[in-house]
């Protein structure tokens, strides 16, 4: 495809009309403070929004149409790419639901189940370390970006250490993880485990009790709980609303009811009410992670029916039988009943939800995705009227977007 | 360089003006997708672009000497790429990151422009997805390079 040189259509930060005191603004997407590629096409009285209408689909991909021409263990490839804070949670989800169409939910070994929540709790770290420090530049505080990237760098050498590579490692499979945790894995992750509490004493110290940081967020994009409830707010948007809902708790999976955990919620709804409760659960992501370590026990890591989990590397070598079923898997995948599930997750965002109908092929024959980020940007439209821009600037950031999963 | 007699430098005025150049790339703080999260912790205390003298990204396309492309390239976002391209003072580089920028990667589809070096030249192509940040701070130092040497031209960077 070629773009042609003419003159384009007016787009970008520019003013697209101007009638008496009200003027349309454009916003985005190439912007700092819209975390990606949004537009907002802002009303705006002097610098009062009257109006902000989000105009999404700057980054849209085709994820969920893709997915549908690739075997049942090769979308999840494209899957992880939509929400990129968060590749494991998207990975797990999907395959929850996947394995609930098979219905093998209790094959999955033990020791595979731990992992999966291992690695799903530091994955919201690591992704509550990024909104952390963009929404600290966001408002002018620089430092906190280094401490969280800082942080985030300790979580991705552990998640490259187990699945291959640092974003996207397509670890959690169909069937269990892809291989075991890798030799000194657990010493690193205690090691990460015991300095934990004092990097976010840091991470508090730095903002917490910033007085800018503080006039900058109270009372800032303030969201009652009907309205969160009403607009279908999930994550910590919602729970800074006063509503106590969170998936782990409400639809256990992964044995998440086994687990000593807190969730954190405020009553106050605002921009500093969801910088606070992410924080909360950063500390609680890290007390399961610490049961988990405690819980581990050797095992096998992916359930042992071939028919859709791969045979051990080891016995391909070996076993005739290993060798056919590897080579099937791999050149024409496996067929999963006709049928359709929703499964969800509480991803760092919110609720993460797969519904996945199968025609009984080797191909996915839809995949719906429900993206917390598209729920939670559209109460922007409700939040933005009346403030300033930027205070706009703030609700994005304190709503934590990310586009890949909005336009997917 | 060499050095004179006494205590001054002998240069060309070209080469002090490319080292000036390269040693202060600016790039420009475009975030597409997943490669803008590498893309960021290029900047952080780990890798620390600073180093190289890039550490100042910048919002307006006026300011910025180098466009990262840092991510898939939808349809409907191509001719902003291709407009903040345009508005770039030159000289100008473009550093393509990751398999989807290069040539649209994993997604073969109807949605994402395949390749971004149908839209804008590239200078350095990034394979990955995403790519290390040490593959992006590669890719840097080919640009400075290609800058000292006053040339450009397509060069695959390999981390």
């Known amino acids: 495809m070629s773009v042609s040189s003419t003159p384009l259509e007016p787009l970008g930060s520019e003013v697209l009309l101007q009638d008496g005191n009200a003027m349309v603004l454009s916003m985005g997407p190439q912007h700092p403070s819209t975390h990606g590629v949004l537009q907002i096409m802002l009303e705006i009285e002097g610098e009062t929004v009257v109006k902000a209408e989000p105009e999404i689909g700057y980054l849209h991909t085709g994820i969920e149409k893709t997915a549908e021409n690739l075997f049942w263990t090769q979308a999840q490839t494209v899957i992880e790419r939509m929400d990129y804070l968060a590749p494991e949670s998207n990975a797990l989800c999907y395959c929850l639901a996947v394995e609930k169409l098979l219905g093998v939910e209790a094959e999955i070994p033990e020791r595979a189940t731990l992992i999966r929540v291992l690695v799903a709790e530091l994955t919201r770290i690591a992704s509550h370390c990024v909104w952390l420090g963009t929404h600290g530049i966001d408002l002018g505080a620089l430092s906190i970006f280094f401490y969280c990237f800082d942080l985030r760098e300790n979580i991705l050498d552990l998640q490259e250490a187990a699945g291959g590579a640092r974003m996207h490692p ?101 921009a500093y009410a969801r910088f606070l409760v992410r924080l909360d659960e950063m500390d609680e992501a890290m007390r399961i992670v610490a049961q988990v370590r405690k819980a581990l026990r050797p095992g096998p890591t992916m359930s042992s029916n071939v028919k859709f989990a791969p045979p051990p590397k080891e016995t391909i070598a070996i076993s005739m039988e290993a060798l056919i079923h590897h080579f099937k898997l791999v050149s024409e995948g496996f067929r999963v009943p006709p049928g359709d599930v929703y499964a969800s997750v509480e991803g760092p965002r919110g609720e993460l939800g797969y519904y996945v109908v199968s025609d009984g092929g080797n191909r996915p024959y839809r995949v719906r995705t429900r993206p917390p980020s598209l729920y939670n940007l559209q109460a922007l439209k409700g939040m933005a009227p009346g403030n300033l821009i930027a205070d706009l600037v703030v609700m994005i950031g304190s709503m934590d977007p990310v586009f890949g999963e909005v336009d997917r | ?120 030249p590239v200078d350095v192509y990034v394979p990955g997805c995403p790519p290390t940040p040490d593959g992006l701070l590669y890719a840097i130092n080919l640009i400075q390079q290609q800058i000292r040497e006053g040339g450009r031209g397509g060069i695959f960077a390999r981390a």
């Open chain 1, 170 to 270: 397509n670890y959690v499979r169909v069937g269990g993880v892809n291989g075991d945790l890798p030799d000194g894995f657990l010493t690193r992750l205690d090691a990460l485990i015991e300095k934990f509490p004092g990097r976010m004493r840091e991470l508090r110290a730095l903002l917490q009790k910033n007085p800018i940081f503080q006039d900058r967020t109270i009372d800032v994009g303030i969201v009652s709980a009907e309205q969160a409830v009403g607009w279908a707010l999930t994550g910590p948007a919602l729970r800074a609303s006063g509503v106590a809902y969170d998936v782990r708790r409400a639809f256990p999976y992964c044995g998440y009811d086994k687990y000593e955990f807190d969730v954190p919620t405020r009553k106050e709804g605002d």
């Open chain 2, 1 to 120: 360089m060499e050095v004179g007699p006494g205590h001054f430098l002998l240069a060309k005025l070209d080469d002090v003006a490319r080292w000036a150049q390269s040693s202060s790339v600016w790039p420009l703080t475009m975030g597409l997708a997943c490669c803008a999260i590498e893309m960021m912790s290029v900047t952080a205390p780990e890798y620390d672009v600073a180093r190289l003298g890039s550490e100042v990204f910048r919002a307006s396309p006026r300011q910025a000497d180098l466009m990262i492309v840092s991510g898939r390239v939808a349809q409907k976002m191509a001719p902003i790429v291709k407009r903040l391209y345009d508005q770039m003072a030159d000289p100008k580089w473009v550093i393509s990151m990751g398999a989807c920028a290069s040539s649209g990667g994993i997604f073969d589809n109807y949605a994402i422009v395949q390749g971004v070096d149908t839209i804008v």
